[in-house]
């Protein structure tokens, strides 16, 4: 195809070339080329079917960008191209750009081990760099029989920690473990169940008043005058001396027999009050003063009539 071969070439051939059976390229040298002779062309590489004469994959260089293209039929490809990696693209817009008309399109991370955990981390600042460090990673967790989670962990804070793993949060069979506090913004108004927290099994919890959730229901005795007795404070808190709350003190409750009214931590000290549940206690108190009131008015009006 040619009168004028490229110099060194031991062949040179200017057109198509049919193998019909195995076929290999091997040189001394580390490369091997496929070149146009046309100017803005590329070359490439690519296999079809004999019968259909289709291309089932293509590996070539791209015109106008650079980029290295893989394609397989009916659409498939595999592109890189500008650094970046497309699968299912030929124009990846990401890094890595997966692409696909599945639904879920899916990312499989698997483990060839026993069990290995899956792990997608995140990394900050120049690769080889001194302050290069890895703020947190995702990774799957396997509590025995079967019952799989996702493990949410970040560095810490400080220079040495830089790759440190704290977990901060957990899901796990449809639980959700917060290892640190919880901050919720933009809550909305209005009157709703109030929320409590158990500090010994770590849970939220909601208090109702329906039968239907309830067993062993008595009525409660106790000394509800006891109440009468404690004497509210105004206080701060560690660290915050410029605000000022008002409150009752848990362990003045406990000494005074109110224990029913005391949250008590894990260690049986006084932690807080249920201050919802202080009204039971004033409303049997002011039961007991209408009862006297009763009985006042009716001594009253015995008084006048023997007056009279």
């Known amino acids: 195809g040619t009168t004028n071969p490229t110099s060194g070439s031991k062949l040179d051939l200017r057109g198509n070339l049919y193998v019909g059976g195995k076929a290999a390229i091997a040189s001394n040298n580390y490369w091997h080329r496929a070149q146009s002779t046309v100017d803005n062309r590329y070359g490439y590489f690519e296999v079809r079917r004999k019968t259909s004469n289709r291309r089932g994959c293509y590996f070539g260089y ?78 799957s967790t396997d509590r025995g029989g079967f019952t799989g989670g996702l493990a949410f962990f970040v560095n810490g804070s400080g220079f040495s920690r830089k790759t440190s793993a704290v977990e901060v949060m957990r899901i796990e069979n449809g639980s959700v473990n917060i290892k640190g506090r919880l901050f919720v913004t933009n809550i909305p108004y209005g009157d709703r169940r109030n929320m409590q ?20 229901i008595q009525s409660l ?45 894990e260690d049986g000290s006084p932690g807080a009050i249920n201050y919802r549940k202080i009204s039971m206690y004033l409303v049997e108190i002011v039961k007991d003063l209408n009862c006297k009131i009763e009985e006042y008015e009716d001594r009253i009006k015995q008084l006048e009539q023997q007056m009279s």
């Open 62 to 139: 791209g015109s106008p960008g650079k980029y290295i293209d893989l394609r397989l039929e009916d659409g498939n490809s595999l592109a890189i191209t500008g650094g970046n990696v497309g699968m299912g693209t030929k124009n990846p817009r990401t890094p890595l750009h997966l692409y696909s008309r599945n639904d879920p399109t899916i990312l499989r991370i698997q483990s060839s081990d026993a069990f290995g955990a899956g792990r997608i981390e995140f990394w900050s600042d120049p690769q080889g760099a001194t302050n290069e460090w890895r703020p947190g990673f995702i990774q």
């Open 197 to 216: 927290w158990d500090s010994s099994s770590k849970l939220l919890y909601h208090d109702n008043s329906s039968r239907k959730t309830k067993e062993n």
């Open 221 to 265: 005795e106790d000394d509800f005058s006891k109440v009468l007795q404690v004497e509210p404070k105004t206080y701060t808190r560690p660290g915050n001396s410029e605000h000022w709350e008002i409150g009752y003190i848990a362990e003045e409750f406990d000494d005074l027999g109110l224990n029913k009214l005391v949250y008590y931590d």
